[in-house]
């Protein structure tokens, strides 16, 4: 699933969904310039979200510790009551994980991607392990559908397009470049970029304040989007950096490759197991999301 083309258009749906938190979105405003290493920031997260579906178990505990070391060091204040917190609150940390989640399942069930309800449910309690990796305990974390619903209803009061919120849309609508690719930027990112917008819920549109697309035919250019993107060959998507999907199949063999058909039918799935809570220093796991990307393709 990760290796779909689609990933990228909803990495980017992520990213103005998590931008409704004030909380949240002000840790990442006050400790990174994001503005100015765009680039730099969405690799960063295209390099966790790798390895931790593609690369070793060591692999993936060794990016794990080293998002929750960053995460330990940094604080934000807020302007109004002057308070300082740590980024690395759980309740913040939580918001990032379901908004990243709820973004990759929907937008590729949305635009085709071949995924049962059975295989969305473990789809979510798999990454219940990703949310230990940064600093979460995972009984704490949405396991199911359902569960993922049921934390957006009870987060929602909380989330509002504040000042910052503001900044990411114009940012994601209008992100610097040389000014010889601004004609590139209108014609391909901003596409992307509104399209990741109407895919957002009604509620955050609504929040922005600006209207998107009747519901169908946001689904129709996704599901066009998605023709398009996968009919180019994968071998030339998969030089794209950061080419973890080619470090795996070298590792693996060359019989090892992520492909959509191996995804497992329904009825030969098994039913998420509970994921212990982790101890002070937690002892390597095995992570099931690389693993089963070695073997199903996910």
């Avoid at 765009?38 to 390099?47: I, K, V």
């Avoid at 449910?121 to 359902?146: K, N």
């Avoid at 080419?243 to 019989?255: C, E, N, S, T, Y």
């Amino acid at each position: 699933m990760h290796g779909d083309p689609m990933m990228w258009v909803a990495g980017v749906r992520a990213l103005y969904l998590q931008a409704l938190h004030p909380r949240a979105v002000r840790g990442v405003l006050q400790n990174s310039d994001f503005r100015r290493d765009a680039w730099g920031r969405l690799m960063r997260t295209a390099h966790f979200v790798g390895t931790t579906t593609y690369g070793t178990t060591e692999a993936a505990e060794r990016a794990g510790a080293r998002v929750r070391r960053i995460h330990r060091l940094l604080t934000a204040t807020d302007p109004d009551t002057g308070e300082r917190y740590g980024v690395d609150e759980p309740e913040l940390l939580l918001w990032v994980h379901c908004a990243e989640i709820d973004s990759y399942l929907h937008v590729l069930r949305r635009s085709g991607f071949p995924l049962t309800d059975a295989q969305a449910d473990r789809y979510i309690a798999e990454h219940r392990v990703s949310a230990r990796l940064v600093g979460l305990d995972p009984r704490t974390v949405p396991g199911s559908r359902a569960e993922l619903a049921a934390y957006f209803a009870a987060v929602r009061p909380r989330l509002a397009a504040g000042p910052d919120a503001r900044a990411v849309d114009d940012f994601l609508l209008r992100p610097p470049i040389h000014p010889l690719l601004v004609p590139a930027r209108e014609l391909l990112w901003r596409r992307v970029a509104l399209l990741a917008y109407a895919a957002l819920p009604p509620y955050a549109h609504e929040l922005y304040g600006r209207p998107a697309p009747a519901s169908a035919t946001v689904t129709r250019r996704l599901r066009t989007t998605g023709v398009l993107l996968r009919r180019v060959p994968a071998r030339l998507r998969w030089q794209l950096p950061p080419k973890h999907i080619l470090r795996a199949m070298a590792r693996l063999g060359p019989d090892a490759r992520p492909a959509p058909e191996k995804v497992p039918a329904p009825e030969k799935v098994p039913a998420p197991q509970e994921v212990p809570a982790p101890e002070k220093d937690p002892a390597p796991q095995e992570v099931p999301t690389a693993r089963k990307a070695a073997e199903a393709g996910e």
